[in-house]
């Protein structure tokens, strides 16, 4: 890759990369650090990585950045009993509960679902970004999207 094509692939990528990871870490200035640290060790691996291969390698780097600070940061929460929190609060925007649902599933699931339905990646290239088969990408899918509707409940409770 060339100086140029790197050039071209902060333009490109950078902005969609800091929301993927802004929308499963929800801190704006841990996400510019793992953007950050992904254009770094791309300039550190500027000789082997094809330029055409880039925006693929960028999200799998970040992908796995972000999981890795969230596991030491033991943000995971999976615990069902808060589920009842989203009732109990009353309507507050849709668009907010699906934020804090979103928040709740483990970082594989969240991630699969930031990449589909926020970035809009194919099966095939979110499972090159996060390193699963196409398979599993969807079963992932269905898994996260169930436990969302599950955290919601019958949607007339929220509107």
Not at 8 to 30: G, H, N, P, Q, T
Not at 116 to 127: A, K, L, N, T
Not at 128 to 142: F, M
């Amino acid at each position: 890759m060339t100086p140029q094509e790197f050039n071209k692939a902060v333009e490109d990528y950078s902005d969609r990369i800091y929301r993927f990871v802004l929308k499963s870490m929800d801190d704006s200035e841990r996400s510019k650090d793992v953007v950050q640290d992904c254009y770094e060790k791309l300039w550190i691996n500027v000789e082997e990585i094809d330029f055409s291969k880039s925006k693929a390698w960028l999200f799998t780097t970040a992908h796995n950045t972000m999981i890795d600070i969230i596991r030491k940061d033991k943000k995971i929460i999976t615990d069902s009993s808060q589920n009842k929190e989203i009732y109990e609060q009353g309507y507050t925007g849709l668009n907010e509960i699906l934020h804090r649902c979103l928040g709740r599933l483990n970082e594989s699931w969240r991630s699969v679902i930031l990449l589909r339905d926020y970035e809009g990646y194919s099966y095939r290239e979110i499972g090159e970004i996060t390193g699963q088969s196409e398979a599993q990408v969807k079963i992932n899918i269905y898994r996260a999207r169930m436990a969302m509707r599950n955290m919601i409940g019958k949607m007339e409770m929220v509107v």
